[in-house]
């Protein structure tokens, strides 16, 4: 994991760079960046978040949160954008996670505070339209002219996910690790084929895609898949499938149940996307979110449904466009 932090961030920093950014600025936005991202990757790796309940105990959820804020203060004093109204904007969607979750630590998973920090939490990374065109991410986030606003609420509600669920509430089952495992390779390309032979069809039906393959771009698929997987795909199958899905399946009783809730819950967060309402997007989302729900019961991990997910949209962004 340390590896591919460093690769990764490397390679973005070279980037950055050679597009010209530079200065106290940009040192402030790489430091909380390679933070968020290295604390991304760590707990994804085999008995680290074992190893840091073990070495800090019950408090090592409220160090990472302090951490986190701490980090944000750093970002924001070195791009000239701190404001008290912002730093607490920040603490409330670090802290009161880890209120909620410190909570409910003698109740099992699937409390109220737990489906609530989860809403919350995607909130801040999708809110709900408003007639004012306002943005928190944006707000929070303003340099470099609010291009990685949504990056950087991803990464940070991610580490507030881990410091909440899996070091405070130590919640199990969510195969928050990249591994693998046996007959994956079967369980990923058979959701993704049977998925593709349903949406396909249904989404040109309903006049929502279009076949128009983007041949002069293909050069960039390892960059736009990576994009995909470590900021979108990873974060929502963590979200729906690690914790939403599960928590739902031992709430109910049911894993079958937890499953379909799920399913439709991941379809109905996209109703924002590409205009309000978008109940076509809805449709074929909580298709979707029924493979990915699939592939992450068979093979316990999210790094798996993740998969599956990267596949969907990057062939939807070469493949096709949305009429």
Not at 28 to 33: D, G, H, P
Not at 110 to 136: C, E, H
Not at 154 to 181: D, M, P
Not at 193 to 198: G, K, M
Request: proline letters at 3%; aromatic letters at 18%.
């Amino acid at each position: 994991m340390l590896g591919l932090w460093s690769a990764l961030t490397l390679t973005g920093a070279l980037y950055a760079s050679w597009l010209g950014y530079g200065g106290r600025a940009f040192a402030a936005t790489l430091t909380a960046f390679t933070f968020f991202f290295l604390v991304m990757l760590l707990f994804a790796a085999r008995g680290f978040s074992d190893w840091i309940a073990a070495r800090f105990g019950a408090g090592s959820g409220y160090l990472l949160g302090v951490a986190v804020f701490l980090v944000y203060l750093i970002y924001a004093l070195g791009t000239n954008s701190f404001g008290v109204t912002r730093a607490v904007a920040v603490a409330g969607l670090v802290f009161v996670p880890l209120a909620l979750a410190a909570s409910a630590q003698r109740r099992s998973p699937g409390a109220w505070q737990d489906f609530v920090t989860l809403a919350g939490i995607w909130l801040a990374v999708k809110p709900l339209p408003n007639p004012w065109g306002w943005s928190l991410s944006h707000w929070l986030w303003s340099y470099p002219g609010g291009r990685l606003a949504y990056v950087f609420t991803v990464v940070l509600c991610v580490n507030v996910a881990l410091a909440s669920f899996v070091l405070l509430r130590r919640v199990n089952g969510i195969g928050y690790s990249i591994a693998w495992g046996r007959h994956w390779s079967f369980f990923i390309l058979a959701s993704l084929l049977v998925f593709s032979c349903i949406a396909i069809p249904l989404g040109t039906g309903m006049h929502f895609i279009q076949f128009s393959p983007q041949w002069g771009q293909w050069k960039s698929l390892p960059l736009v898949s990576l994009g995909i997987l470590f900021f979108t795909a990873w974060p929502e199958e963590f979200l729906f499938r690690g914790l939403l899905q599960n928590m739902l399946s031992r709430a109910s009783n049911s894993e079958l149940a937890g499953w379909w809730t799920a399913s439709i819950l991941f379809g109905l967060s996209h109703i924002t996307n590409m205009g309000f309402p978008n109940w076509k997007y809805v449709i074929l989302a909580s298709i979707a979110g029924f493979f990915y729900g699939w592939t992450w019961r068979k093979t316990g991990s999210i790094f798996a449904s993740a998969l599956v997910h990267v596949g969907v949209d990057t062939l939807w962004h070469f493949l096709f466009r949305t009429v």
